[in-house]
């Protein structure tokens, strides 16, 4: 079970857990309590839903009336037909140690199958594990289960189910103290979907379960409200009823008798990033303007206000030092993907610990936790220390707000411009091997790294493109998420030049993880178009020798920003800039192919190909762009 799937349940169940499954429960599979999900993210959230296992079979009969009812095996005849392997649960209740097939499917005259591990199984009774199991986590006894009707496609296929899920609507079921089945609540599944969309990207809140204790004790209702809105934002819950909990939440943290603490600091961060992806700017910023006075005023960046408010409780004071850092790299995000705001925050001195690894906060296991002094001076300290990928993320948000800070550079050579990039190099340069990409050990998504290595790119691409020699004119449009910066072209590409094409390259292949885009924070749309805008500004010069790459990318941007969409309504502003800028270049390009003399120079192969590979882009570009693509 992972770090995530252990924290839904209570901290004190976990021992019980253990011998639960050392009885032989490992098998069973915890329900999911992942929302039903449509747009990007639906598919794969439904099968992650249905695909837990039924409960394992009870034991074989062992009254003479159950073995009188079973045909006798002549040992003369042949062996019956059996199926290649056993069931886990076939295995564990086997009388033949080394049995490896399942003793309850015979696929004989008819193909009966009553193995109950399988659809179409019925289930009288649970074995005792499952019992256990059941007992330990507040659950009634599965259901008997209903004949399996066969997919269009798969009728040869034996399919597990979910016992947990409503065999009407196919929601998750919630059970109360008198064991009686209850479809989830849609409030309920927006906070499930708050936690599985957005919670990655943002993880101040406490963990799921933390929180539902939490909040028996004492009011967390603007919290939870802000929980809803924004979840609701990932699926199909109607235009009204969304309208609905996005004023319910503004009227909550806005009402006079709300308690200013971090509680009220983390609704307001969430609803403020669901704000800005929604394109509701202004809101947004007058809401960064409160949060960052309450914050302030609480006291939240000083080092003792976890310690003092965190009631003795390690992941309550870990929740409370990460509201103050997600703030402050919320701020900063604002501040530079928009340039509207001035990275307030960045101006105070806090001493507020770094928070520790994800694995680490949602397992409630909370390490000694480290400051910022001790991440500056590791290389000079000779201590080996482990920071965590939340850790780099405020570093890279550092220097963004030390490269604002700097005076205007308005000369090539500017040392300030030097300085910067010294900071970016570093932190490029001295990540830990487990750091350099965006993976964690066991292969999945690091996001709090995604999110590093996205800001350090964009801070690469902000303090070059002014001195670059690429002309921005192309992408002169492109205003969605900031106002269009002019930078006039040069006779030859130079050093500034040659970083912001590689920090777009960089971004366009941080599109490439095998995870849905819409798991990336709402800020990726802006840093996707940071990157798109010197891409085009590229492909708009009149012939991009041997460069199949830059097609790529463009690709790549243009399909992430389509996906974005689905949730987000800034990046489909973003995208449909962007795709107007590439039917501009491109007929710009169309006219000028027509022109011969143009292709001086060039061999025949160079300009068949250069032509098909415009044409090939644009055709992707319109289809991808397309409504409901």
């Known amino acids: 079970m992972d770090s995530l799937s252990m924290n839904r349940y209570p901290p004190e169940t976990t021992p019980q857990l253990a011998a639960v499954s050392s009885a032989g429960a490992a098998a069973f599979h915890p329900p999911s309590l992942l929302p039903e999900t449509s747009n990007a993210s639906s598919s794969s959230t439904t099968t992650t839903a249905e695909s837990f296992l039924a409960p394992p079979p009870p034991p074989p009969p062992q009254n003479a009336s159950s073995v009188a009812s079973t045909p006798a095996t002549d040992s ?130 406490l963990p799921k379960a933390h929180l539902l204790r939490l909040a028996k004790e004492r009011n967390l209702e603007p919290l939870l409200a802000a929980m809803r809105w924004t979840g609701s934002l990932y699926f199909d819950v109607g235009g009204p009823t969304r309208a609905t909990f996005l004023d319910e939440a503004l009227r909550l943290v806005y009402a006079a008798d709300a308690a200013k603490d971090a509680f009220l600091v983390q609704a307001m961060v969430i609803l403020l990033i669901g704000l800005d992806g929604s394109c509701e700017n202004d809101k947004a910023r007058d809401l960064l303007s409160d949060v960052e006075r309450i914050a302030i005023e609480i006291g939240l960046y000083q080092r003792a206000y976890a310690t003092n408010h965190g009631q003795g409780d390690a992941v309550l004071e870990e929740s409370l030092r990460r509201t103050w850092w997600d703030l402050f790299v919320v701020d900063g995000m604002v501040a530079g993907v928009h340039r509207q705001t001035n990275f307030l925050l960045f101006d105070i001195v806090a001493d507020v610990a770094l928070p520790c690894e994800e694995h680490e906060y949602l397992s409630g296991f909370i390490p000694r936790p480290m400051y910022l002094e001790d991440f500056d001076d590791q290389l000079f300290s000779g201590e080996e220390r482990e920071f965590s990928s939340f850790a780099y993320r405020v570093a890279s948000i550092r220097n963004l707000g030390r490269m604002m800070r700097l005076p205007e550079s308005v000369f090539p050579g500017d040392e300030n411009v030097d300085r910067i990039e010294m900071l970016l190099s570093n932190w490029r340069m001295h990540l830990p091997e487990s750091k350099r990409d965006c993976l964690n050990k066991d292969g999945q998504l690091d996001e709090m790294m995604f999110q590093a290595h996205m800001i350090n790119n964009a801070c690469s691409i902000i303090l070059h493109q002014p001195h670059s020699q690429l002309d921005s004119s192309p992408a002169r449009s492109v205003t969605a998420c900031a106002p269009h910066q ?144």
Not at 90 to 98: I, L, R
Request: aromatic content about 8%; proline content about 8%; charged content about 15%.
């Open 76 to 205: 003369r005849a042949p062996p019956s037909a059996t199926v290649p392997a056993a069931c886990l649960a076939c295995k564990e209740h086997s009388p033949e140690p080394q049995q490896t097939t399942c003793f309850r499917f015979a696929p004989s005259a008819g193909g009966d199958s009553s193995c109950p591990m399988l659809l179409g199984a019925t289930v009288t009774t649970p074995v005792p594990a499952m019992a256990a199991f059941n007992s330990v986590l507040g659950l009634p006894e599965p259901p008997p289960m209903s004949p399996f009707v066969a997919t269009p496609g798969f009728s040869g296929l034996q399919l597990y189910r979910n016992p947990y899920l409503d065999p009407v609507t196919g929601a998750l079921m919630e059970f109360s103290n008198n064991q009686q089945r209850q479809p989830q609540t849609l409030a309920d599944r927006c906070v499930d979907s708050f936690y599985h969309h957005f919670f990655p990207g943002h993880p101040c809140a």
């Open 486 to 629: 002019l930078v006039k072209s040069g006779d030859h590409f130079n050093a500034h030049t040659k970083h912001i094409v590689t920090a777009a390259s960089a971004i366009s292949r941080l599109v490439t993880y095998a995870v849905p885009i819409t798991a990336h924070t709402h800020f990726f749309t802006c840093v996707l178009t940071l990157s798109s805008i010197v891409h085009l500004s590229k492909w708009a010069l009149y012939f991009v020798q041997n460069d199949e790459d830059l097609r790529q990318q463009i690709r790549l941007n243009i399909g992430a920003l389509n996906k974005l969409s689905t949730v987000w309504k800034a990046a489909g502003r973003a995208g449909g800039q962007v795709r107007g800028v590439a039917q501009e270049i491109y007929r710009a390009k169309k006219a000028q192919q027509d022109n011969a003399s143009l292709w001086v120079g060039y061999t025949q192969e160079e300009i068949v190909s250069s032509i098909a590979s415009d044409e090939s882009i644009m055709s992707d570009i319109n289809t991808m762009l397309q409504p409901g693509s």
